[in-house]
């Protein structure tokens, strides 16, 4: 499975961005899938998740009420909406694939991976 995540961008304090996680992989729809972020000289941080089916999500406190993951099977993506973004939101954002586990806050629970996206908010 290849994941590719895109939607990162430069936006100001408040503004909101988008960000997917996409694959051409058909057993994608078996996967849950995790966000997870890294900021500048920190260590990887888990951010949300989603359950295969899309019935249940988690999220780290820090983005809860701001964030919300969901996914579109029929297009094999899963989307990541970011509001209110604050300046320590900056970060290079990665989604990761499990099965049959999901939701796991450890990212070495994982290996399959798609490249990063920065997001960097400007005060």
């Known amino acids: 499975v290849q994941l590719q995540a895109s939607g990162g961008g430069s936006v100001q304090a408040g503004g909101s961005l988008r960000l997917s996680c996409v694959t051409s992989?058909?057993?994608?729809?078996?996967?849950?899938v995790s966000w997870f972020r890294q900021p500048p000289g920190k260590e990887r941080e888990f951010v949300a998740a989603?359950?295969?089916?899309?019935?249940?999500?988690r999220y780290a406190d820090s983005v809860k009420g701001r964030f919300t993951v969901s996914r579109d099977n029929a297009e094999n993506t899963v989307y990541l909406q970011m509001n209110s973004l604050n300046p320590e939101d900056t970060a290079v954002y990665y989604c990761?694939?499990?099965?049959?586990?999901?939701?796991?806050?450890?990212?070495?629970?994982?290996?399959?991976w798609g490249q990063g996206t920065l997001v960097t908010v400007l005060q």
């Open positions: 990761a694939a499990s099965r049959p586990s999901w939701g796991r806050r450890d990212p070495g629970a994982y290996n399959l």
């Open positions: 992989e058909r057993t994608f729809t078996t996967y849950g």
């Open positions: 989603i359950h295969w089916s899309g019935s249940s999500t």
